[in-house]
């Protein structure tokens, strides 16, 4: 059984392809995975039931020859996505027990493509957190621990309950939201594979929203070649997203292919941040010899407004998700406060018990600094150097293809390590938020163990669309790292 | 230009004052579907029933604009002579509400789709005065709270929830009430026209914000010269008035106010009123320090809307001829301005003047109109589209009357027969006899019997020409009213040897 649910993505569609294993003997072992990973709290709601019947109908699809790229692979969905019929939670208690009775377009595509969906994963509540920490259903313990340590870690965030569910071998893939880095550090810190798309590349619609000019959908995998796989079923343009891109989704995994000779690599020298951990700067110029050793050229660029990044992401992340979350009121579904006097207490309890505090802190942010008197130090502020960090990444890639960066200050810290602070706790976001200030697609890829035994990512930031080319160069360095550990199952003995 | 003419001041106690006047008017779009949505926009439906989960704020849901929302918007623009911008920006606008189930109303804040226009009205004394577009933008309407229908609880219909509105916004060139609903009546003209909006306004398709202030004598003039709001006194907003009449009356009551409180030495706080129609006041809805922070920025979930120059031409190219055009062409056929103004104030009402003037003499047309078919229609209490007789049936009528085959007296009662009876005209003419009797051995037969009947008349009539006008009558009277009066009276004339001038 273990050897089954240990495949990547590609060995499995091969073996289902193969017909040396059925969909329904993958998704049954996924399913008392999942059953024995409770300790890690990955899942706010198991599918096993609907899991198996979905198994089943993609089996008989295969039987008749009808075999979708995704076809009977058991997935994990990020609670984040609206699955029709399935409860969905953002991670929040406003959200109550709200069933969507419609469908992300994300998930959509990849049932599609003959995906089985194995539950909803665990995330900060409404992806504002990166620890998982805030999840209104309890953090999620990453798999992970350090050397002689029985200590729980958290699984980065927001995407937690994915990066914990990959990483565990509860699913083959999933999917998660990046909105300032929620795929790529959790990804980077449970020693797995994150990537956000452009923005664009993939639909909003149906994807509860937290910060609409930011979030965009993305894989998190065991392998590049996966990832590949997956963004090609999850990416489309959407009628039902004005902001999605009627670009040609193209076959990732064919792509992969032909290796990075003469690729131009770019290391962004204000990347290089005081007080960051030795071995992360070590990582990282080691992962520009593997790619200088694969025949990529290495050109230092810079990027000189990487440093208003996180205040800007700051500003522009919570004024969108004050907005966005104005309609969690209590008046049409979701969770309503009981003994309320009028409309604005209504509002007023619902929101206030519904929310968690960091939910709360960023709204009041957002509010701040939308207001009257504030918005042009504030908000217009921030518009403004958004536009000059877009312009920066524009111009550094006029001298290379991709660019080369650590994935996070650091590996998984300690649960409740970093609550108290919550600047702390943004820092987290230090290396991922410029790329969703411009747009552009990033990637993790696990690349080494830290000091104490703990996975350790390296980002690579590709050009808008141009996700083939940073697919291919995330390949090489992940060939070249050939990270072959895995989390000790310390949960299911 | 508008020059501060003696019947535009209001007099007070320490002197005279100026009213300005400004609106902001809410017009529907008219669409099959909503601003974001495909939901229905269907009016008087079932409540909730025209509602997608877009409307209603569901998690996740994007909003995507609906194109002919935004094609009517250009129309309305050129409508209204306006810059129209190929690159807007929809905003959201942020209040809690019930009815507003998303939290925020999208909106157009800094960079609307229409810009700067203009809107020509005529008022009753025959002056035309320019009034300022400052601006249309587009936006969704919010839902509707319902407080009667629980004795604990409120209820909240999203039928009208994302339903597509424009608004626009005048600059404050209006100086009476009279000019303030003579201009709602002309847009309301000018987007019926353009079929963007069916302003109804007892369903709520247009809806008017009214600003007015007050200020002493000269102060509009200033503020036409230089720009400058300092010149003009502080403004209240009366919030959804509703309809014409109410329009003149909230305007007129605000001044006074206005005017009462500048007067006892108060001054004017800038505020939200509403007009109470019942009580015929307007009161104090909220403050400007009450007034909403409506922290606008740009929805990142629209991109910003662009079109090209050639497809605005292209819509320009599909506008009807509208009421300043269509009046002017009136006025060269003969009308006069007043007439012309009163047939182009609706759209059904032109177009069934134009086919009833067809070959016929304009000015002979919008009288029949006017006196004869509005006349009935106002008796029965129909309007301009119920009309029981088409304007092809009246053309013939009016036809008749000049090439003399019934008189204009015979022409009124055929008009009754066919306005109830139905009936082509002409054959009603034919089978019952109503023929014009221009034969005059007819008429000399009648003559004769009438002075017979009458010696003593005849004295008189000898003395007192004016008399002759008393046999006319008498004769039509003899022929059933068929006789020609011209050929009576000139048949009169020889047989009584009377004067021409008689």
């Known amino acids: ?493 | 230009m508008n020059a501060p003419i003696k019947n535009k001041l209001l007099k007070g106690e320490t002197g005279e004052w100026e009213i300005v006047i400004g609106m902001e008017v809410h017009a529907q779009v008219l669409s099959q579907s909503k601003l974001f949505s495909g939901a229905s926009t269907t009016f008087g439906a079932d409540p909730n029933s025209n509602v997608s989960f877009i409307d209603a704020g569901f998690p996740g849901m994007l909003p995507v604009i609906n194109a002919k929302c935004v094609e009517q918007a250009v129309r309305t623009g050129l409508g209204l002579k306006a810059k129209i911008n190929l690159r807007s920006i929809f905003d959201r606008k942020n209040y809690f509400f019930p009815d507003l189930p998303q939290g925020y109303q999208i909106s157009q804040y800094k960079d609307p789709i229409v810009g700067e226009g203009e809107v020509l009205i005529d008022l009753k004394d025959g002056e035309s005065i320019k009034v300022g577009i400052e601006r249309l933008h587009l936006e969704q309407d919010a839902g509707k709270s319902l407080h009667d229908q629980h004795p604990d609880n409120s209820f909240v219909d999203l039928n009208r929830s994302g339903i597509a509105l424009m608004e626009i916004v005048t600059k404050p060139h209006m100086r009476t009430s009279e000019e303030a609903a003579a201009f709602l009546k002309k847009l309301r003209a000018i987007v019926r026209y353009l079929g963007t909006c069916d302003g109804n306004m007892d369903e709520g398709s247009m809806r008017a914000d009214i600003n007015v202030s007050v200020c002493r004598v000269g102060g509009y003039d200033k503020f036409r010269a230089d720009g400058s709001f300092k010149h003009l006194g502080t403004r209240c907003e009366i919030k959804n008035v509703n309809s014409m009449r109410f329009i003149a009356q909230a305007v007129e009551y605000e001044a006074r106010r206005q005017i009462e409180v500048i007067e006892a030495g108060g001054t004017i706080a800038q505020e939200t009123r509403r007009y109470d129609s019942k009580v015929g006041e307007t009161r104090s809805m909220r403050s400007k320090e009450e007034a909403h922070d409506y922290r606008y920025f740009p929805d990142p979930d629209l991109l910003p809307l662009e079109f090209e120059q050639s497809w605005v031409d292209a819509i320009a190219k599909t506008l009807p001829e509208l009421p300043d055009e269509k009046k002017a062409r009136f006025v060269q056929s003969g009308l006069s301005a007043y007439d012309a103004s009163v047939l182009v104030a609706e759209r059904e009402l032109a177009d069934y003047y134009e086919e009833l003037a067809k070959g016929v003499d304009a000015k002979a047309a919008a009288n029949w109109l006017n006196n004869e078919i509005l006349g009935r229609l106002n008796r029965d209490g129909l309007s301009i589209t119920d009309v029981p007789v088409s304007a092809h049936a009246n053309n013939a009528i009016i036809q008749m009357i000049s090439d003399k085959t019934i008189s204009g007296k015979i022409a009124k009662d055929l008009l009754d027969i066919v306005w109830t009876e139905g009936g082509d005209p002409r054959t009603v003419v034919e089978a019952r006899g109503m023929k014009q009797v221009t034969d005059t051995g007819a008429i000399d037969a009648a003559i004769e019997a009438v002075i017979a009947a009458n010696p003593d008349k005849v004295e008189e009539v000898k003395a007192k020409p004016k008399l002759a006008a008393w046999f006319v009558g008498q004769v039509m009277k003899q022929t059933g009213g068929k006789a020609n009066p011209a050929a009576v009276n000139a048949a009169l004339k020889t047989r009584l040897n009377l004067p021409d001038e008689g």
């Not at chain 1, 993609?58 to 692979?73: M, P």
């Not at chain 1, 697609?441 to 980002?459: C, D, K, Y």
């Open chain 1, 1 to 493: 059984m273990s050897d089954l649910i240990s495949m990547t993505l590609a060995e499995a569609r091969d073996a289902i392809r193969a017909k040396t294993i059925s969909s329904r003997e993958l998704t049954g072992a996924f399913v008392s995975a999942i059953e024995k990973a409770r300790p890690l709290n990955a899942f706010i709601t198991e599918a096993g039931e609907q899991a198996l019947a979905m198994a089943d109908a993609a089996d008989k699809r295969i039987a008749s020859g009808q075999v979708g790229a995704l076809e009977g692979l058991p997935l994990a969905i990020k609670d984040l996505f609206c699955t029709k019929g399935v409860r969905t939670t953002a991670a929040s208690k406003i959200l109550g027990n709200f069933v969507p009775p419609y469908e992300s377009t994300v998930t959509q595509n990849l049932w599609d493509a003959g995906a089985v969906m194995l539950g909803k994963t665990n995330l900060d509540e409404f992806a504002m957190g990166s620890s998982n920490e805030t999840s209104a259903f309890g953090t999620v313990i990453n798999p992970w621990r350090a050397k002689n340590s029985n200590v729980n870690l958290v699984p980065g965030g927001s995407s937690g309950g994915s990066s914990a569910a990959v990483a565990a071998d509860l699913c083959l893939a999933a999917t998660g939201t990046d909105t300032g880095g929620s795929i790529r550090q959790p990804a980077a810190v449970t020693g797995r594979v994150g990537l956000k798309p452009t923005y664009g590349r993939c639909s909003r619609f149906g994807i509860v929203a937290f910060a609409s000019s930011l979030d965009q959908a993305g894989p998190m995998t065991k392998t590049v070649k996966d990832a590949a796989i997956m963004l090609k079923s999850m990416a489309s343009v959407d009628a039902k997203d004005s902001t999605s891109v009627d670009i040609e989704v193209p076959d990732y995994e064919k792509l992969l292919e032909g290796g990075i000779k003469g690729l131009k690599v770019g290391i962004p020298r204000e990347y290089r941040i005081d007080g960051a951990p030795a071995e992360i700067d070590a990582l990282w110029t080691k992962g520009a010899e593997w790619l200088k050793a694969q025949g990529a050229q290495i050109v230092e660029v810079s990027l000189p407004h990487t440093k208003y990044a996180l205040p800007t992401y700051y500003i522009v992340a919570p004024a969108e998700a004050s907005a966005n979350l104005a309609r969690y009121d209590g008046v049409r579904f979701g969770y309503r406060a009981e003994g309320v006097r009028d409309i604005t207490d209504l509002y007023e309890k619902s929101r206030g018990q519904g929310f968690g505090a960091e939910v709360q802190r960023r709204i009041l942010i957002g509010t701040y600094v939308l207001s009257a008197g504030y918005y042009d130090a504030y908000y217009s502020r921030a518009q403004k150097l958004r536009t000059l960090i877009k312009r920066d990444f524009e111009q550094a890639f006029e001298k290379c293809d991709v660019l080369l960066t650590p994935t996070t200050p650091g590996p998984a810290f300690g649960v409740g390590a970093k609550t108290s602070d919550p600047l702390e706790m943004y820092l987290q976001d230090v290396f991922t938020v410029t790329v969703n200030l411009a747009g552009l697609p990033g990637i993790s890829v696990p690349a080494g163990l830290s000091e104490n035994g703990l996975p350790l990512g390296l980002q690579l930031i590709g050009k808008a669309f141009d996700e083939a080319t940073l697919l291919r160069a995330a390949q090489a360095v992940e060939t070249a790292a050939d990270f072959k550990h895995s989390p000790a199952k310390w949960w299911s003995v």
